[in-house]
């Protein structure tokens, strides 16, 4: 098959936290493509102000660098497994994929995950050990690792003959020789990364004379041009103006225009006027487009497979807000705007589903993890949306007649001191041990299987009993039948009984019995959750209870009571913390937690019910 010598499509993927997105930074640099601008922010495919404040990838992004005579289009992909849609997108449009490990931690669950959709999609691979110059760096532990990891996969005698080179993104250098743990590459730049690359990863390669196909895999948006349709050229040529056929997910065709085309080039999209196979194109004029639909010749259209997303794990129900302090803070209250906004996500997002519920103001929204639907409700809370948002739960299969729950691969690097009160949490959250390495530098590894339903609320117990030491990752594994009951949270709520402010008199009385989330003068309603109770049972309190009076009342009285400083919750740990008759109130300007019934009469009934029952 013919192939384009002068183009190279790449993916980078990861585990989070090792690297992509400074490498990619030292090979933009590298290659002028900051020009005269001099010296650009760091980690700059990181656009969207959620992705710089939580320091992590959510969107999979392309660039293009030039490197002598050959154009290398880099996908930039997440490395957490919630946002595994956005990575099985960014393969689809590549020849091969960079795989970065760090030269400490070495393979981590998500790098298993990343690295089984590339292995299953029949990528090459190029190895990039990367933070070499890390003081406890085992450059040799990791590279055996990895080979490890690759046989663990089932890769091929081909795919397991992979070229490694090593590499510190930070100072913008790699080697294909091994240097001494904690040192730097020998090399000044990153040049043999370049060059390895152009040699291991194959040039696109196309069917000669075939017409247009082109797979669309991403969507974005422009002020000035609409709806952009990101797409990979397969076979045949695209120009501007051209009328091609638009093959549709459900088999329908329709013919469209194509307005606007543009290139990337570095950091810029550029107009471009033609575009062969193997170009990766933006394209402008056709509204209703959709992921994993293909543009195709007008005169012989034939449609690409659509791009097969893994299903959903975990679920949760976004509502309207029906606090009684609701409209203080946002704009947007009502059904209608929440369920466009809900049906706008899903155009550009393929791994979560929207589903209705008997409530006509509530969806059920399914994603990948808990983070993935965190985000999407951080992003609704900035568009200045008031929700409602149920617990987290896991979305069960039935196989042959009995129900299936999602299992997920844990690993946890924790000191060696905390092997016991690790492997109790775990036992309690029914998981199984599958290996455990004791590195012989005080930390321990720790692999699990455990059922999804056991890591919800898992991570806030887990830093608070390591002290803030431990790391914890997971990525789903396999569905396992039901588990049956697992402990949930071990504390009860300090429920408000009453509306009003809360004052510092009557915290000052309820800080012995748990741990507070209220600050002084917090605006509170009947049914919000204003504190963890230390015991098992919740608790109606009155945080709005004033000191009384009386003649002989000093003015300085006051200044006796010294409160301890309130838990303020995360939007992420007020997810976690949740139980099953309990919500979140998602507003701008606030999280609250709170029961679904407010009233306490209410309250009570549902509990008798459910004893009865």
């Not at 690759?150 to 250098?173: H, M, S, T, W």
């Not at 709520?493 to 009003?500: I, L, N, P």
């Not at 509170?524 to 959750?529: D, H, N, Q, T, V």
Request: aromatic share 4%.
């Amino acid at each position: 098959m013919p192939v384009r010598a002068d183009l190279r499509n790449v993916a980078i993927i990861a585990h989070v936290d090792h690297g992509k997105t400074t490498l990619v930074d030292a090979m933009l640099r590298q290659s002028g493509a900051f020009g005269e601008r001099g010296e650009a922010t760091d980690r700059v495919m990181d656009s969207m102000d959620l992705e710089r404040e939580k320091g992590i990838t959510i969107l999979a992004k392309n660039t293009a660098v030039r490197f002598g005579d050959v154009t290398i289009n880099i996908i930039d992909t997440p490395g957490h497994a919630d946002f595994g849609g956005e990575v099985e997108r960014g393969l689809a449009m590549v020849d091969g994929v960079l795989l970065l490990v760090d030269a400490s931690e070495g393979p981590l669950p998500q790098t298993r995950f990343v690295l089984r959709k590339a292995l299953a999609a029949r990528l090459p691979v190029v190895l990039v050990i990367n933070k070499v110059d890390r003081s406890d760096a085992r450059i040799s532990e990791v590279v055996d690792e990895a080979y490890e990891l690759f046989l663990d996969l089932d890769a091929d005698e081909e795919q397991i003959d992979f070229p490694i080179v090593y590499c510190n993104a930070k100072a913008g250098r790699a080697s294909t020789t091994r240097p001494e743990n904690g040192t730097s590459p020998d090399s000044p730049d990153l040049k043999p990364l370049f060059d390895l690359l152009l040699e291991a990863i194959p040039a696109p390669s196309h069917t000669e004379g075939a017409p247009l196909q082109a797979l669309v895999t991403n969507l974005d948006a422009s002020p000035y041009l609409g709806r952009l349709a990101l797409c990979r050229v397969h076979n045949g040529t695209i120009t501007r103006g051209q009328t091609v056929v638009l093959c549709r997910v459900d088999g329908s065709q329709q013919r469209v225009k194509i307005t606007e085309m543009l290139m990337t080039e570095a950091l810029e999209r550029v107009p471009a006027e033609q575009a062969g196979p193997g170009d990766i194109i933006a394209v402008a004029g056709i509204p209703d487009i959709m992921i994993g639909e293909t543009l195709a010749d007008a005169e012989d259209p034939h449609a690409l497979p659509v791009i097969t997303v893994d299903e959903p794990s975990i679920s949760m129900t976004i509502g309207v807000n029906t606090s009684p302090l609701a409209g203080r803070s946002g704009k947007k209250l009502t059904a209608r705007l929440l369920k466009n906004r809900l049906d706008a996500e899903l155009v550009g997002n393929v791994s979560i589903r929207v589903l209705p519920t008997e409530r006509p103001d509530t969806w059920e929204v399914q994603g990948r993890g808990e983070l993935a639907l965190a985000i999407l409700v951080e992003l609704m809370r900035r568009e200045e949306f008031e929700l409602t948002v149920g617990k987290p739960q896991v979305v069960t299969r039935e196989i042959d007649g009995k129900v299936h729950e999602p299992v997920e691969r844990l690993t946890i690097d924790a000191p060696e001191d905390y092997l016991g009160v690790l492997t109790q949490l775990l036992a309690l959250r029914k998981g199984r041990l599958e290996q455990m390495v004791n590195h012989g530098t005080g930390w321990i590894r720790l692999e699990y299987l455990v059922p999804a339903r056991g890591l919800i609320g898992f991570r806030t117990e887990f830093l608070t009993e390591t002290r803030g030491t431990g790391l914890l990752h997971h990525v789903f594994d396999r569905y396992e039948p039901w588990f049956g009951e697992l402990r949930t949270r071990a504390t009860g709520s300090m429920v408000a009984d009453r509306s009003g402010v809360a004052t510092a008199y009557a915290l000052f009385n309820l800080q012995d019995r748990g741990t507070m989330f209220v600050a002084p003068t917090t605006e509170l309603y009947e049914g919000m959750i204003v504190g963890e109770n230390s015991r098992a049972d919740d608790m109606d309190v009155n945080p709005t209870k004033e000191k009384k009076l009386t003649n002989m009342r000093s003015s300085t009285g006051d200044e006796l009571v010294r409160l301890t400083p309130h838990r303020q919750l995360s939007l992420e740990q007020a997810l976690e913390f949740c139980r099953e008759d309990e919500c979140v109130e998602v507003t701008p300007a606030t999280v609250r937690l709170r029961k679904v019934a407010l009233a306490a009469s209410e309250r009570e009934k549902l509990r008798s019910r459910r004893r009865t029952g």
